[in-house]
Structure formats: structure tokens, C-alpha cells
């Protein structure tokens, strides 16, 4: 029973971390539709000026997230206006492959900055909860809590705010949108930048208890990907309840089953519930 | 089906990006050179980029000390002075891809020895260096099955690691118990290493729990796996793979309060793991000897010229020492022969060679013969254990024969 | 000969026979001819992509597994059952038939985006199989020592020369399948399912049939690339089967041309010797290398045979206009256009102007 604790704790921060990831990505393809494989190469490159900002310069664990996450903010941005805003008109596929090359320039950037070593980032916050017998990591219980509250926000935004509104019209219609005078062209940058600046804080909040390394991004984007076709593409809620369904399913397969099992039950699942339901398991009107 | 808009400026760009390309291809076939007289290449493939990378830069900043003290010392082979020039080219830790950049530094660079640190790439390797291309591999890597393929032109640098399962398992048991725990790299260097370690710990008479291996590289938290292992309740668990995902996961087991003893499997170097984990967390621990606690006579002087190299936050390891010694090793070889460009020569003088080489180039356990397989020993092999002070105590290791 | 006025065809036929005469330039470089000879076999199973992308329009992102099942039949079957390599290439291209129509049954019922993500993660499936099942495909440690093809006694394959010939024949018989794939009634019931799924529903086209064969086609040539492969390189690990080789696929038929005849060929060869060209920089060859992807992603959507063919195309066209207004002063202009316009789809109208 202890056991169990533990691990729903340890896959509920894993949850969080995913959900953090994919609800960027669910977004991106939600207004922009593409699959932006580079993703992982963000949640990277954030881990890293988290790292520098933290560890480098000094400040606070808090302000560093939060400076790294600006700062990717506009990295999404110029991503979006370099390569993905002039593709804006070609096939997915064309997408797809740009993403890769920025994502290998991303990496071999970071190699060159920072070096292949692994790096270690040291948080401030220390120290074990023990819940119901299970030791837990504050680090872990932190993650949780800033998930839940940065999901919460994110839905205000996106619910209440004036330009989170517009994210949501364009998603809907896009064509309908830019007639009521949305500028759809806004709209792809603050969404690629939002997507950008989630995945800094779930680089942020998971480094402390993993390593930097520039392929950091590499297996997260994987996963990440499945949670997102399991939710159903830009879709919001399946993003949140595909990040914590996988994440918990493959901390349990690995601690019940066999770790085999835990990396690749993301793709089992994924595959079992593509066979029975082909658009994911929340199902948003697919336009064109 | 994609056509897409397009105007005056976005052709006159197009066809820029065209023309460059046709114009790499095109200098692309002007390549090949190093045949400078009296120019020797060494040739390197590695990981120098992906997740590899780390460990492939380890090794290359070893040959690259080891090219620049022997060039500044001043080689001569048959009575002419020799240039060394280290050729590193990338393979991302993909075999086949290393095997076409052995073929390439062998055909366009002429290098006589090629280097490669990974047991997969050896492999690949193995398959075209003998034949219609002759070069030597300088293997870095403690897998026995590149010397039991009877490769006429390998040199195997590291002891085989079977060596070590026995004496890791007296130790381990020692001072931790009889239970042993499995969270080794899911590699397939990791994977060989479990199921080594796991024949020994049977056979020493302890039971072994289920096997929790993972993959170092992809977990992104390692706190599910550990939880896992220590719930069995072991006396000691065997962990390794990289030295710092290693050393977060002793320290995630010594959070969650396991107080058994480590054993540590030699892909993982304990003071490498001091880096980014307190050593409190590391100790009572059985691993490879620090390079530092070696006691060769050039070890001092390698490792104050590597903190020049490298800078003082990175530690020597025996990837970098390992290597830099290879490189002297085959130079003086290739002296005794008399030959820069005869690998069948050169790989027949290195048993000749050994006794030659300077004492600044002996800097981690220096072999003191060669097996007819191609396999360095060193005659004094030692691990060590970390007590819980901190304190390295050596561990003598009797080798194994590297026969299947 | 029709076929030599177009010059299309007339580009593929160059490609093929420089390509033909590349041995004896390089016969005694074995390194180049070691990164032809591998970057054929990657051809091979693009063409297998261009089937299903080209044509069809479906991107299927589970090349690269279907390469690494190839690859593995045959590493395997030679190796540790001790077959002969020309049995175990024929078994082994039966089996990717079958494993990709399995895949299908299930890929197909999804769509667009789906279906290119459901594709990644079977690919990644294959992977995480062949670098985790120990005890059939030894994981990590790879497959040594692959069989070389047998020939008989009258060829001896393991000049890479005769190797090179072998590759070269079989790609060509790739290449002729697809291009006669291409202009058969099965062909044109794919690109009529580029066009529009629904549209070729309506008019009575078996789509999911279609789809199917489509898919299994791909898989089959990715086997077919992936067993010729291992025999040419000799020794295999599941690298073989990464997600990266897949990308890597479709970097080539993006940079050749999708839905081309001689793009993939092209394509393969071309990045091939820009990634072995760029290894000079070593770890930062991929700062250079990645923006030149982007680059070429943006400014030659159609790659290069589709840039080149929009180049022979104005021409064809202008010089057509101008015998128009020759011939005939008072002929409306605009007939010319529609005409030409007929004859090259895919150009967009500015650039008649």
C-alpha cells in the first residue's frame, strides 16, 4: 500500500509535467494545426535558461522559471514568424520536417553553449512529506501544486480573457474569426509563444529532479505526442486527462508489471484506443 | 497539390538555396587530403552529438592530449619525423554510420588506426577493417565479443568487464546483505552487466529480486523505479549507466531510505557522480577506481594538464585516460615498426611496444601485454570501495579470460 | 520514343545513368561507394513513402520500422537460423507485406494528423520490440555478421561493386514498379484520393481497399530497402528501426520532390552527401545543417525535381506563347494559357503572367 502511494505521487508530478507539455502542443494544433515536433527541443532549451538564470546569474528558483519562460515566449514567436508562418499555406508534412530541422539546430545550439555534459540544476526546496507512510519530495509536491494552478489560469485565460478568447474563436472558425476582425497571424504567435512558455515551466519545475542534457526534449516529445492524439487534437480537457491517465498507466505498468511495459504503454494505449475510437478520446469538430 | 504563392524575391531566394546546395555537393567531391608527407591521421568516431555526446567528448578530449604531447615530444618512425593530426568525425552513436566514417577516414585521410568507443560501432567496424580496407580499431570498450570475433586488427583498451562481477559481489555483500536489487541502464552494455553481476550473486549464494532495470536515458523522473526496487526490501542494489543519472538515482534510493551498500557498474564513475550528488549519498558503494586514486607514474601530471584542458569542474575519467594512453600505446608501436601506414605491422609491434612507452603516458593501470585477440591487460587490476567517510580503499580484481 | 521529349523522364534517365557509372569513378574508394550503396537501400524504401505520401497523401511516419523489420528479418534469419540470404530476403519481404497490411487494418481507420501520429507511435512500437526483445533480436548488442547474397558462384557479392549493382538493379525495379504504379488504374485511384477522399468515394472508388494496398505497397519496399541494407552493412542494431531513420525518409522525399519519379532517388543522394559533407563540423554540423532543412522546406516546397520541372515547365510554356503569337497574332492569349495550364498542374497561375 505504501508502494502505491508513492507511486500515484510520483505519477501525479509526472502527470503534471506532461500536462504542462501537451496542452501546449494540444493549442498549437489547435489554432496553427500542425504537429510542432520541436517542441521537446523547447521544454529543452527552457530547461536550460532556467538553469543559466538559477545557477549563472542567481536569481530566485521562482524568477528564474519565470524569466526563461519570457524568454521562450519570444523564442516561440520568432519560431513561428521563421519557419512555421511561411509554411502557413504547404501540407503538414512540410511542417513536420522544418520542426525537425529547428529541432536539431535547437539541440546542436544548446551542445554548443552549454556543452553534452549532463547538468544538474539544485533547487531550493528540499526536504520529504511523508503521506500515509510514503516519503515524498517537496520538489514533487511543488510540481503538482503549479500545475494545477498554471492549468487553472490557462483556462481563465483562454475562457475569460480578451486574447485567450481569440485563441479559442480561431480554433473554432478560422475563417469566421478573421471575419470579426481577429488577426489570425496574432493569434499563431501568441499561441506558439503561450506553448512555448507552458513547456519552460514544466522544464523548469521536472529539471531539479532529473539532468539537463541537450536531448533532454527527445523522450518527452514521444510521449507528449501520444497524450495529445489520445486526448484528441486540440482539445484542452483531453490534454489534461490523457497527460495524468498516461503518466499514472506507466508508473504503475513499470512498478506492477515490468519497466518494459511502462515506456511503451503510452503507445499501447494509444494504439487500443485509436482501433476502437479513431479521433481520440475527446473529440473536438475537426475543421478544415 | 501544395502549390504555394510565390513571388519574383521568394524564386530569386529558392534558387540561391539550390545553388548552394549543388555547389556543396560539387566541393563535395573535391574532398580528401592528409597525405601532407608526413601527416599521420588518427581517426575518431563517436558520439559528439545526441545523447552520446557527453561521453563521446570524453574520449576525443583524451586523444586530442594524447596527439598534442606526443607531437610536442616529437615522433619519428623510421628515421623521419611524424606529425599526428586527430580526425574526429560524428556517428550519433549509430553503428552503420560509424563504420562508413571508419571507411572514410581510412580511404580519404589514409589514417592507419581508427578509434571507436562503443561496442555496436566496433562491431559495424569490425566488418570492413580487414580486407579490402586495413586499418586498426583502438576499441574503447570493456564488451569481450569484440576480441572472441578473432579480429586481426583490434586492440581492446579496457579490462572485460566480467572481471569485476565477482569481486563487486564479495564486496556488495559484505557490507550491505544478501538481497540484491537490479536498477542498471536498460543498455545493452547495462543489460550484459545485469545479467553478469546476477550469475555471480547466485552462485556466491544470494537471492536476486526482479529485474528493474531502466532506461537512464529516457526516465524522466527516477523516483517510480527506485520506490519499486526498494520495495523488496534489498540489502544491496546494483545500479550504473552514465555517472549522473547513476548517482541522482543512489541518491533518490538513499532519500527514500535505503542504507544497503551500492554496486556500481564501471560505465559509472564515482567521482564523476560527486559532481552532481553529495558524496554522503554515495558512499558505501563498490565501483571502478577513480582515475585520480590511480598511482602510475604519469597520473599527477594527466590529471593537472586535463584540468588546464578541460577546466577544473570536469573530472578525468578513464574514457579520457584510457584513450590517451591507446594513442601513446600504438604511436610507439607504430616507432617499433617502423610503419605509419601498415596497420598488420603495427598491431603485431604493440606487444614490443608496450615495454617502450614513456612512464608520462602510464596514467590509469598501464597493460603490460597484449592477448593474441587483441586485448590490453593490465597486470594490477584494482576497483575500489567508498566507505562511508568518503575514503577510497583499493579492491584487487583477478581477470577473466575473455573466451565465451 | 514519346517518353524522350518529356523532360521529366529525360532528368530520371540522367540521374540513372550517372548513377550507373558512379563504379567506375569510385570503384576503388570504397567509402563512397559504401555511402551510394547505403543511400540506395534508403531510396528504396522512399519510393516505399512516396506510394503512400506522394500519391495517396497519407503521411505514414512508421517507415522507418518498417526498414528496421527488413533489416531484422534478414539480419536474423541469415544469422541465427543460418538461411541463406536469398530465402530469407523473400521471407522477409512476405513477412513486412504482411505486418504492414495488419497495420493498416487498424492505421487506416484513422485520418490526416491521426493517422501521421498513429504511424509514429506503431513505428516507435516496432522499435521499442526490437530494442527490447532480448531474446529474439539480442536488443542493444545488434545482429553481427549478416550474410552476403549468395551468387552462385558466378558473382561474388562481396565486392562492393557487385553489391553496388545489386542495390542499383533492384531500386530500379522499385523505381519502375512505382512509376508503373503510378500510371496504372491503381495509381490514378490513389491520386484521386489525394485529391479528395470523398470526391473519389462518391464516384465509386474502393478507398479503404485502396488505402490499404497503398500501405502495404509502402511497407513492403521499406522492407525491401531495410533487408538489402543489412546485407550491404553486415552488422545491424535497432538503430536501424528509430523514429530518426523515418524522419530521415522523409527529409529525403521532401528535398527530391513528393509524388515524383526521380525526387526520392535524388532526394536520398543529395542529403545523404550534405550530411556526410557537413561532418567536417563535427557536433555542430546540425546549427548548419537544420536551417538549411528549414530552408529548403520554405523555399523549394516541392523539391528540387518539382523546382527543376517548374522551371522546364515556364519554358515550355513561354516558348509555346511565343510559337502562339507567331503562328497566329489575333489567337486569344488566354486559350494558350488554359492549354499549358492543362499540361502542368501544380503551377500556380501568377507565374504564367
Excluded at chain 2, 574526429?88 to 572514410?104: E, F, G, H, I
Excluded at chain 2, 605491422?345 to 597493460?367: H, Q, T, W
Excluded at chain 2, 567508498?386 to 583499493?394: A, F, N, P, R, S
Excluded at chain 3, 550507373?20 to 559504401?34: L, V
Aim: glycine share 10%; proline share 4%; net charge negative.
Amino acid at each position: 500500500m505504501t508502494l502505491f502511494i508513492q507511486q500515484l505521487f510520483n505519477g501525479l508530478a509526472l502527470g503534471g509535467v506532461y500536462c504542462l507539455a501537451a496542452i501546449g502542443l494540444t493549442l498549437v494544433f489547435g489554432v496553427l494545426r500542425i504537429p510542432n515536433l520541436a517542441h521537446g527541443a523547447l521544454y529543452m532549451l527552457g530547461a536550460y535558461l532556467t538553469y543559466f538564470f538559477l545557477t549563472t546569474i542567481g536569481v530566485p528558483y521562482i524568477a528564474a522559471i519565470g524569466i526563461a519562460a519570457i524568454m521562450l515566449f519570444v523564442v516561440g514567436v520568432g519560431l513561428e514568424r521563421l519557419v512555421f508562418h511561411p509554411l502557413r499555406n504547404s501540407p503538414h508534412t512540410h511542417h513536420m520536417i522544418a520542426a525537425v530541422g529547428a529541432m536539431f539546430f535547437f539541440q546542436a545550439l544548446a551542445q554548443a553553449i552549454w556543452g553534452a555534459d549532463f547538468r544538474r540544476m539544485d533547487t531550493p526546496i528540499t526536504g520529504e512529506l511523508r503521506i500515509l507512510g510514503a516519503e515524498i519530495s517537496a520538489q514533487r509536491i511543488v510540481i503538482i501544486v503549479v500545475a494545477v494552478i498554471v492549468l487553472a489560469l490557462l483556462a481563465w485565460f483562454i475562457k475569460r480573457s480578451i486574447h485567450g478568447q481569440t485563441i479559442e474563436a480561431i480554433e473554432q472558425d478560422r475563417v469566421g474569426a478573421s471575419l470579426v476582425g481577429i488577426n489570425p497571424s496574432m493569434v499563431s504567435m501568441l499561441t506558439l509563444g503561450l506553448s512555448a512558455l507552458l513547456a519552460t515551466i514544466a522544464a523548469g519545475l521536472v529539471a531539479p529532479i532529473n539532468l539537463l542534457s541537450p536531448t533532454m526534449g527527445d523522450a518527452l516529445n514521444l510521449k507528449v505526442f501520444a497524450i495529445i492524439i489520445l486526448g484528441g487534437l486540440g482539445s484542452l480537457p483531453g490534454a489534461i486527462v490523457g497527460g495524468f491517465a498516461l503518466a499514472i498507466a506507466e508508473t504503475m505498468t513499470a512498478t506492477y508489471i515490468s519497466s518494459g511495459v511502462g515506456e511503451a504503454v503510452a503507445f499501447i494505449v494509444l494504439v487500443a484506443v485509436l482501433a476502437i475510437k479513431p479521433t481520440g478520446l475527446f473529440t473536438k469538430a475537426v475543421q478544415r | 497539390m501544395n502549390s504555394v504563392p510565390r513571388t519574383r524575391s521568394r524564386r530569386l531566394l529558392s534558387s540561391a538555396a539550390i545553388g548552394t546546395l549543388v555547389f556543396t555537393i560539387a566541393a563535395c567531391g573535391g574532398g580528401g587530403s592528409g597525405d601532407g608527407g608526413d601527416t599521420v591521421v588518427i581517426g575518431y568516431t563517436g558520439p559528439l552529438s545526441g545523447g552520446g555526446a557527453a561521453y563521446g567528448e570524453n574520449v576525443k578530449i583524451g586523444l586530442e592530449m594524447a596527439v598534442d604531447d606526443l607531437n610536442d615530444d616529437g615522433v619519428e618512425v623510421d628515421g623521419k619525423p611524424v606529425t599526428l593530426e586527430l580526425k574526429s568525425l560524428d556517428d550519433k552513436y549509430a553503428p552503420s554510420t560509424a563504420a562508413s566514417n571508419a571507411q572514410r577516414l581510412a580511404d580519404q585521410d589514409k589514417a592507419p588506426v581508427v578509434v571507436s568507443p562503443n561496442a555496436g560501432a566496433i562491431k559495424a567496424i569490425q566488418q570492413i577493417n580487414s580486407g579490402r580496407s586495413n586499418f586498426l580499431i583502438s576499441a574503447y570498450t570493456s564488451d569481450p565479443a569484440i576480441v572472441q570475433s578473432d579480429n586481426p586488427l583490434t586492440m581492446m583498451i579496457p579490462p572485460n568487464f566480467e572481471s569485476y562481477a565477482s569481486e563487486f559481489t564479495e564486496t556488495g555483500m559484505k557490507h550491505g546483505g544478501k538481497k540484491l536489487a537490479l536498477l542498471g541502464t536498460q543498455s545493452e552494455y547495462g543489460q550484459q552487466w545485469t545479467k553478469s553481476i546476477t550469475d555471480a550473486w547466485k552462485e556466491a549464494g544470494g537471492s536476486v529480486g526482479g529485474d528493474n532495470s531502466v532506461d537512464y536515458a529516457t526516465v524522466s523522473d527516477f523516483a517510480g523505479p527506485v520506490s519499486k526496487a526498494l520495495a523488496d526490501k534489498p540489502d544491496a542494489i546494483f545500479v550504473g549507466g552514465p555517472s549522473q543519472p547513476t548517482a541522482l538515482i543512489m541518491e533518490e534510493a538513499r532519500k527514500q531510505g535505503f542504507e544497503g551498500s551500492f554496486l556500481v557498474m564501471d560505465q559509472a564513475k564515482l567521482d564523476e557522480m560527486a559532481t552532481v550528488a553529495k558524496i554522503d549519498n554515495l558512499t558505501n558503494s563498490v565501483g571502478v577506481l577513480p582515475v585520480s586514486e590511480y598511482e602510475d607514474p604519469g597520473t599527477k601530471d594527466f590529471i593537472d594538464k586535463f584540468a588546464d584542458k578541460a577546466g577544473d569542474k570536469k573530472v578525468p575519467t578513464s574514457e579520457t585516460a584510457l584513450n590517451y594512453q591507446g594513442i601513446a600505446i600504438i604511436t610507439k608501436a607504430m616507432e617499433v615498426s617502423g610503419s605509419t601506414d601498415d596497420p598488420e605491422k603495427i598491431r603485431a609491434s604493440i606487444s614490443d611496444a608496450l615495454p617502450e612507452v614513456d612512464d608520462k603516458y602510464k596514467v590509469n593501470g598501464f597493460p603490460d601485454e597484449i592477448t593474441d585477440q587483441g586485448h590490453l591487460l593490465n597486470p594490477n587490476l584494482e576497483a575500489t570501495y567508498l566507505d562511508d567517510d568518503g575514503e577510497y580503499t583499493k579492491v584487487p580484481i583477478d581477470q577473466v579470460s575473455d573466451a565465451k | 520514343m514519346n517518353a524522350l521529349k518529356n523532360p521529366r523522364l529525360l532528368g530520371m534517365l540522367a540521374v540513372v545513368i550517372v548513377l550507373a557509372a558512379a563504379p567506375i569513378f569510385f570503384a576503388e574508394q570504397n567509402y563512397a561507394m559504401r555511402v551510394v550503396t547505403v543511400g540506395m537501400c534508403a531510396a528504396i524504401a522512399v519510393y516505399g513513402l512516396n506510394i503512400i505520401l506522394g500519391f495517396t497523401g497519407q503521411l505514414s511516419l512508421a517507415q522507418g520500422g518498417f526498414f528496421g523489420i527488413g533489416a531484422y528479418g534478414v539480419g536474423l534469419l541469415t544469422t541465427d537460423f543460418d538461411w541463406s540470404f536469398w530465402s530469407a530476403f523473400i521471407v522477409t519481404i512476405i513477412g513486412t507485406a504482411a505486418v504492414g497490411y495488419l497495420c493498416g487494418l487498424i492505421a487506416l481507420r484513422t485520418k490526416d494528423e491521426y493517422f501521421a501520429i498513429f504511424t509514429m507511435a506503431i513505428g516507435f512500437i516496432i522499435f521499442l520490440v526490437i530494442s527490447r526483445w532480448e531474446s529474439v533480436t539480442h536488443a542493444h548488442s545488434g545482429v553481427n555478421n549478416v550474410k552476403f547474397p549468395e551468387g552462385g558462384g558466378i558473382i561474388d557479392f562481396e565486392s562492393p561493386v557487385a553489391m553496388f549493382y545489386l542495390v542499383f538493379v533492384i531500386l530500379l525495379i522499385c523505381i519502375y514498379v512505382t512509376h508503373a504504379i503510378r500510371r496504372s488504374s491503381v495509381g490514378r485511384t490513389l491520386l484521386t484520393i489525394r485529391t479528395s477522399e470523398d470526391l473519389a468515394d462518391a464516384i465509386g472508388v474502393r478507398v479503404g481497399f485502396s488505402k490499404q494496398l497503398a500501405f502495404a505497397a509502402s511497407a513492403v519496399l521499406g522492407g525491401i530497402g531495410g533487408g538489402l541494407y543489412a546485407t550491404v552493412v553486415g552488422f545491424i542494431g535497432p538503430d536501424s528501426a528509430s523514429i530518426d531513420k523515418t524522419f530521415e525518409f522523409l527529409m529525403f522525399i521532401l528535398v527530391g520532390g513528393m509524388g515524383t519519379v526521380a525526387g526520392p532517388l535524388l532526394g536520398s543522394m543529395i542529403v545523404t552527401f550534405l550530411f556526410e559533407l557537413f561532418q567536417d563540423f563535427q557536433a555542430y554540423r546540425f546549427i548548419v545543417l537544420g536551417p538549411i532543412i528549414v530552408a529548403l522546406v520554405i523555399f523549394a516546397p516541392r523539391g528540387i525535381i518539382g523546382y527543376l520541372g517548374g522551371i522546364v515547365d515556364r519554358r515550355s510554356r513561354k516558348q509555346k506563347i511565343a510559337e502562339a503569337r507567331r503562328t497566329a497574332d489575333g489567337a486569344s492569349p488566354e486559350y494558350d494559357t488554359a492549354k499549358s495550364g492543362t499540361v502542368t498542374s501544380g503551377i500556380d497561375p501568377e507565374e504564367t503572367k
